[in-house]
């Protein structure tokens, strides 16, 4: 996360604290490699070659300080951290890692990310 000087996003934050149960939508990336037909040069193949859109549901079930724990509806790959999750249509946190194989994935609340950006005021 950056701030970019002249740069308005129209996403919004939800900076309100996450709690056990609360339901959430997770958008990220599957990454498929395996179907481009140039693995050295991935980026000049069409990007539809190389990634699906991945909508699921995530409920949160554990809390640990700036970080939550969701189960996912679906298994989120490496590659997709990073990827945001929604509540109300706001910014809820950014997928952190989870455990490989597993439904579980780790996200940091964008209330502390945004905390971290207002600390950094020159970046």
């Keep these: 996360m950056f701030r970019l ?7 919004e934050f939800d900076t309100s604290s996450p ?8 958008i990220s ?6 179907g481009c037909s140039n693995i050295k040069n991935i980026l ?20 640990a300080g700036n970080f939550y724990q969701c189960k996912t509806s679906v298994i989120l790959k490496p590659g997709s951290s990073g990827s945001p999750v929604f509540r109300n249509g706001k910014v809820f946190g950014i997928l ?28």
Excluded at 19 to 26: T, V
Excluded at 29 to 34: A, F, G, Q, R
């Design 29 to 34: 990336y599957e990454h498929i490699v395996e």
């Design 5 to 11: 000087q002249g740069f308005n996003s129209p996403l």
């Design 44 to 63: 000049l193949d069409s990007p539809k070659d190389w990634y699906k859109l991945i909508e699921c549901q995530a409920t949160i079930d554990e809390l």
């Design 19 to 26: 709690q056990i149960n609360m339901l959430l939508d997770s």
């Design 96 to 123: 952190h890692g989870g455990q490989m194989g597993t439904n579980h994935c780790m996200f940091q609340s964008s209330y502390s990310i945004l905390s971290l950006i207002r600390c950094h005021k020159d970046i």
